[in-house]
């Protein structure tokens, strides 16, 4: 261990990017003064992108891997790392990247959409390396543990949200496939010997080919496997236009195209190809030639538009136009912009459009800009069943009531790429009928589908650590916080079955003696949640990765308005820290309006708790008694900045997130310049806090003051480091006084 304790603090994208140019300088001046090191690591998606072209790229132009190096410390115990969201990029989003990239002035080759020799598929593969979910797989060396810590619940109390009514009559349902998806083919296997596993594709016309030469795996894993037909995929999706149209309630697709970034894409295809299909086959050629993916969504038949003759685009244009006369409305993503639910796979994610849905009342945005009932599509069953389960109940009961609403927390099962979200590298588009077989090195075969081309095969691994781990977590939970547990396993899923028999087995490890410890499906999992939560009651919910993502925006969002405002900790299991911020992503439309009127709506509060958690952490291991006073102080100061409500307004003339910060700055000096386990931290601080304190009304005058102006921050993706600083830092007093600490 080196002399100087370090916590890495990571760049990302959008938002939470610019957050950092203000935040950071007030984390380094006052962690300095504890002797700690805050270095930063850019794992933003443009320096994703650079790291993989370092050949392509002038000395001072290439970027260093930095993920890769903070993926190699996850695995370590002197890991502390803070994890700001960063973009899981879809193709729209990595292709306006590398445009941007190449006109600052970085050789970046194009993305090779069809790749047509080696070096074109040796650079598409370079850039899937950036894609999807392309970090958080990587840093997420340890189980979650994410939760609204006392001090926010409280707050959310006090200050309740806005939740849209909810009404008996309300049309908006779920809808799901019935058969042919991954839930109704799933088979699963433990594996007894650490080995290999090959995946095979045996075709109808015989032929055996390999589809992934040797998948390690350990002693004790759970793997499984399921196909999602395309066939009946697509039947569904035509039944749901039908439906959609007869009911009169909006189109909505949830997927996750982002994290599952190989299967989501393709299913998100086939919606926009059958929702499309008179205009897609009518004009197949014209389209074809141009190059349009619908896997990228109807938005990038409308980027091709201009490059086809005149005729053929008016043609296009008119039919497209009579087709939406004819289909159920779409739910939209801006409508004043014309963007509708299936232009860009990335646009709508089902952890954040799903909650964001249930408290608007139900309803999604239509064309006329207004709420209308909707019908949210979501293919699979694994999960889709738990968003109907708060549906009925908010039906039946009316919205949630955040002033008394109870709290969900949840202990993730997401270490070494734990379940679906670590398939991606195993997940298969089929190309012909015949059958997809996993094999292991003695030749029996664990798990076997019949396919037809077009589907979509995947298998998932689930390492045996990382169960014990999580049950050891659940228990902890359960125990610290005096609060029933609930572990969310469905008996009718092959994976969940093997899941179900190890929680039983590794719980005896534990004193469970006077814990209330439950197994339940999903469903009745979320029906006891809910009864529970809105008679004020806590409920641990102890989930696999998939559930960890959605339930951490699902109840954050019911009960505090939004998951930035959750404490999302990853204690790592070789024994480090990784601290994330919040629950929720970049929320590009923050970005917009900064560049539009100088205003920053993103709350850091997630920021805040994560540095605490961070703070904390660095003390015990490394005993640096300072690190525990900057703790506690910050706590206390966090108290302060919730009581007082120094979230940043959503408008122009409050305080923004500068402001935020500014006012974070001022409370942790005066809880240091109170405290008195540490008098030179003390004698350090009180200057700072009296200048913060008496010039509050100037500093947040001149902050205030750039506000409703367009502000240029040199891109988007790769934005000018100079302009961002100078933007994110407009008040001079502020500045100096943090200067003279
Ligand atoms: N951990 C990570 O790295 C994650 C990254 N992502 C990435 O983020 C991007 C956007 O994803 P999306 O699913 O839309 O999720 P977001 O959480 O970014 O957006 C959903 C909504 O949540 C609210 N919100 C979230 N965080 C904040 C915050 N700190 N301050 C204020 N409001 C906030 C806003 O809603 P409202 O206006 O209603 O308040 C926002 O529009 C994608 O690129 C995705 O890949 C997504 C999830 C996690
Ligand atoms: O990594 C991602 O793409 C999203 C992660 C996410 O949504 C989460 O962890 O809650
Ligand atoms: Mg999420």
Same mark, same amino acid.
């Given at each position: ?612 958690? $961070?703070?904390?952490? !660095? #003390?015990?291991?490394?005993?640096? &008694?300072? @690190?525990?006073?900057? /703790? =506690? +102080?910050?706590?206390? *100061? ?21 402001? $935020?910060?500014?006012? !974070? #700055?001022?409370?942790?000096?005066? &809880?240091? @310049?109170?405290?008195? /386990? =540490? +008098?030179?931290?003390? *004698? ?40 961002? +600083? ?16």
């Amino acid at each position: 261990m080196s002399d100087t304790p370090k916590i890495l603090y990571t760049l990302t994208d959008e938002a939470p990017f610019l957050a950092t140019q203000s935040l950071l300088p007030i984390v380094e001046a006052f962690t300095a003064t504890a002797g700690i090191r805050v270095e930063t690591r850019d794992i933003s998606l443009a320096a994703r992108i650079l790291a993989q072209f370092p050949e392509r790229l002038r000395a001072d132009q290439k970027a260093a891997d930095d993920l890769a190096e903070l993926g190699q410390l996850a695995t370590t115990p002197e890991a502390n790392i803070i994890k700001l969201p960063n973009i899981s990029a879809s193709v729209p989003q990595l292709k306006a990247a590398i445009a941007e990239l190449q006109a600052q002035g970085y050789a970046l080759p194009d993305y090779p959409e069809e790749p047509r020799d080696d070096a074109e598929k040796e650079i598409k593969a370079r850039y899937g390396r950036a894609m999807g979910s392309a970090v958080n797989p990587v840093l997420r060396e340890g189980n979650s543990d994410r939760r609204a810590p006392a001090s926010v619940k409280a707050y959310a109390r006090k200050h309740p949200h806005r939740m849209g009514k909810w009404t008996a009559d309300s049309k908006s349902h779920v809808a799901h496939m019935d058969a042919g998806d991954f839930y109704g083919s799933e088979q699963s296997a433990v594996i007894a010997q650490a080995g290999s596993l090959r995946i095979e594709f045996a075709g109808d016309d015989g032929v055996v080919s390999v589809l992934k030469p040797a998948v390690k795996v350990g002693a004790g894993e759970v793997v499984d496997a399921a196909v999602m037909g395309a066939a009946a995929l697509s039947a569904f999706i035509d039944a749901q236009i039908m439906d959609a149209k007869a009911r009169g309630v909006l189109f909505s697709l949830h997927l996750k195209a982002t994290m599952m970034k190989v299967s989501d894409p393709i299913m998100f295809g086939i919606a926009v190809k059958r929702f499309y299909a008179p205009v897609l086959d009518k004009h197949a050629a014209a389209l074809e030639a141009a190059g349009f993916d619908a896997n990228n969504g109807i938005g990038d038949l409308y980027a091709r538009l201009p490059a086809l003759d005149a005729g053929v685009r008016e043609a296009i244009e008119a039919d497209i136009a009579a087709l939406y006369a004819e289909r159920p409305a779409l739910a939209m993503v801006n409508s004043d912009k014309g963007i509708t639910n299936l232009h860009v796979p990335s646009d709508v994610i089902v952890d954040a459009s799903m909650p964001a849905m249930i408290r608007d009342s139900g309803g999604m945005w239509n064309a006329e800009g207004k709420l209308q009932d909707a019908k949210a599509i979501i293919p699979d069953r694994c999960y889709a069943g738990i968003y109907q389960a708060v549906i009925d109940d908010c039906k039946a009961h009316g919205a949630f009531d955040p002033a008394t609403m109870g709290s969900v927390p949840n202990v993730g099962l997401m270490a070494q790429k734990a379940e679906e979200y670590g398939s991606h590298d195993k997940t298969f588009r089929i190309a012909a009928a015949g059958s997809v077989r996993v094999v292991d090195e003695a030749g029996n075969v664990l798990m076997q589908h019949a396919v037809q081309a077009g589907d979509i095969w995947r298998m998932c691994q689930t390492k045996d650590a990382p169960i014990r781990d999580w049950v050891k977590l659940a228990v902890n939970r359960a125990r610290l916080s005096n609060t029933p547990a609930v572990f969310w396993l469905d008996p009718q899923r092959a994976h969940d079955r093997n899941l179900i028999a190890k929680v039983e087995r590794y719980l005896k490890d534990h004193d469970t003696a006077g814990l209330d410890i439950r197994i339940l499906s999903p469903v009745e999992a979320m029906q006891l949640s809910l009864q529970r939560i809105r008679a004020g009651q806590d409920t641990i919910s102890v989930t696999g990765n998939v559930l960890r993502d959605y339930l951490t925006d699902l109840f954050p969002i019911m009960e505090l308005g939004t998951s930035a405002k959750m404490l999302s900790i990853v204690p790592l299991m070789a024994g480090g820290g990784l601290f994330e911020t919040g629950a929720g992503g970049s929320a590009p439309k923050h970005v917009q309006q900064f560049v539009e009127e100088n205003y920053l709506r993103w709350d850091s509060l997630g920021e805040f708790l994560a540095l605490a958690a $961070s703070l904390e952490h !660095l #003390a015990d291991t490394t005993g640096n &008694a300072r @690190a525990k006073v900057l /703790a =506690d +102080a910050l706590d206390a *100061a966090n108290a302060t900045f919730l009581d007082t409500d120094k979230s940043p307004s959503r408008k122009v003339g409050g305080i923004d997130n500068r402001g $935020s910060h500014f006012y !974070l #700055a001022m409370y942790w000096a005066l &809880a240091l @310049a109170a405290q008195d /386990a =540490d +008098a030179g931290l003390k *004698a350090r601080f009180a200057p700072l806090a009296a200048a913060l304190t008496a010039n509050e009304e100037k500093i947040v005058a001149e902050q205030i003051a750039v506000q409703g102006q367009p502000v240029d921050i040199g891109g988007y993706y790769h934005p000018d480091a100079a302009k961002l +600083a100078a933007a994110m830092r407009p008040s001079a007093t502020f500045n100096a006084a943090l200067a003279a600490l």
